[in-house]
Structure formats: C-alpha cells, structure tokens
C-alpha cells in the first residue's frame, strides 16, 4: 500500500508583488484549481513543498490540507523552480476526483545498465521518449514507466512501446506502439572523430609535398 503524502497549506490573500515577502519568509505562492472548482490562492512552506514535489512529482496523489481544514486528493500540475536555487517558487495544485478518469505524463525511467555499453563498448544508449502520456482514475496512475536496458547486447537493438508492461486499468494516450523507446546507438563520434584526424593527417601531407615540390622548382630555376 502506497504511503500517504501529505501537505498543509493556508489561504493567500495577497497576490503579485506581495509574493515576494512571501518567498523572503519561506512560503511559496500556489493556487488550487480543479473541476468545477474557483481558483484559490495559497501558501506552503518552501521546504515541505520540495520534500512533496521529489515524492510524488505529478502523477501521485496529495493530500492537501488547507487552513487546517479535511484534506483534499490532489496532483501537482506544475512545479517552477528557481534555477539558480533549484528551490520552488510557484505550484499548481489540480483538485482530482477520484471516480472520473485524467490524463497525466508519465515518466520513463531507464534502469539497469547496457551490456553493449558497459561491457563491449561498442554503442551507447540514446533515450528517445522520456514521458508517455496515460488516461485512467487519479488512484492508478503510475509513478513511472521503467525500462529494464539490460537485454540491450547490440548496437540498434533497442525497445519499443509495445513491450512496456502497462498495468490495469491505465491506457495509452496519443502514442504509436511502435515507437522507439531506448535504443542502442553506434559510437559514431569516435568514428567520425577518427575520420577527421586522417583527413587533417592527409592534407598535412598535400601541403608538405606542395611545398617540397615548389621548394625544388626555386632551387631549379636559379640555378
């Protein structure tokens, strides 16, 4: 049984340049939107929005407690943060009800490591979808998709949405099933790199015999 996150927030009065002292004080501006639901301005404390946001990210569910009030199912649509900090400065709370179906971004993870890249050393691993889109009820969406990398031997072997495991109840949204998910790329920089250098390599040597050639025209003429 998941663990309950939780989170208590209060009702903000001031908006737009009083979000300032806000943040000087620890708190951080957020407003809680849902269906059939006005908007409501709030505050939480800085350091437990950052503990929730690293625990549920946006597909687990939050119990948000306001003004001390019955706590609410809610996600959190958008996080900002500052990137100089990496603290948040603004939430987005989605008030969720539990008997209607949403939509949600999941993350893919990649897990385990590449034997084509760990062991031979002949390729390198190249995420190509890093989030999938998913319908289902609030309670089943998945923290993530993870996609074990360690059956992944050869260079453009590679897995594909169709193989993901997609658990009950939870659907695919707008996503082609044939699509590449992780593959495994040839280390075409070193090749290319290699390349490069017998290219510079062979025009050195045009331009050496060019000179040794025009060196012994001048030495002919004059003499």
């Known amino acids: 049984m998941a663990t309950t996150i939780e989170l208590r927030a209060t009702t903000r009065e001031e908006r737009g340049s009083h979000n ?4 000087r004080e620890g708190q951080v501006p957020a407003v809680l939107y849902g269906h ?3 908007p409501r301005a709030l505050a939480a404390e800085a350091k437990l929005l950052h503990r929730v946001w690293m625990r549920a990210g946006r597909t687990q569910l939050v119990e948000l407690r306001i003004d001390g009030g019955r706590p609410q199912k809610v996600l959190v649509r958008e996080m900002q943060i500052d990137p100089r900090s990496n603290r948040p400065i603004h939430a987005d709370f989605f008030a969720v009800n539990l008997r209607e179906k949403l939509t949600a971004e ?4 990649l897990v385990g490591e590449s034997p084509a890249v760990v062991d031979l050393k002949i390729g390198m691993i190249q995420q190509l979808v890093t989030t999938l889109r998913v319908e289902c009820l609030p309670a089943d969406v998945p923290a993530q998709f993870s996609i074990d990398v360690t059956g992944l031997t050869e260079v453009d072997q590679g897995i594909h949405v169709r193989e993901i495991a997609i658990p009950d109840g939870v659907a695919l949204v707008h996503v082609d099933v044939d699509e590449l998910v992780v593959k495994v790329a040839a280390l075409r920089v070193e090749v ?3 390349a490069e250098e017998a290219a510079a390599a062979a025009e050195a040597a045009e331009e050496a015999a060019a000179v040794e050639a025009a060196d012994g025209a001048e030495g002919s003429g004059s003499e």
């Open 192 to 194: 290319e790199g290699a």
């Open 20 to 23: 300032k002292p806000l943040r």
């Open 36 to 38: 059939n639901l006005e």
């Open 106 to 109: 999941v993350p893919v993870v």
